[in-house]
């Protein structure tokens, strides 16, 4: 689980992604224990924060990993746009099937 979170030379890009997914869900089920109500109501569209979460925390993750390799510091897949909207998206998915169901 830890490869999406070491640097990227040495990290396998599968094994990654599969720790940032099962991070990102045992996230998401800690945080619906904490917290078992939505944290917004229901907009227009319930359950888009499965589409919008991944895509905002990628683009914010990616710039940091930028800013990292400019300051000359390693970078790891979850500080990519990809490694972070996985992560988002696992997370975002098991909050929506605990408690985000209208």
Do not use: C, K, N
Request: no cysteine; hydrophobic share 50%; aromatic share 12%.
């Amino acid at each position: 689980m830890g490869d999406g979170f070491r640097p990227r030379s040495q990290a396998h890009p599968v094994l990654a992604a599969g720790g940032l997914l099962l991070a990102g869900a045992l996230s998401g089920l800690i945080l619906s224990l904490l917290l078992p109500y939505r944290l917004f109501e229901v907009g227009v569209l319930p359950g888009s924060s499965i589409v919008f979460s991944p895509l905002i925390t990628g683009f914010v993750m990616e710039a940091y990993g930028r800013r990292r390799v400019r300051r000359g510091l390693s970078r790891s897949y979850f500080s990519s746009f990809w490694g972070a909207a996985a992560f988002a998206f696992a997370m975002s998915v098991v909050r929506f099937a605990m408690v985000g169901r209208p």
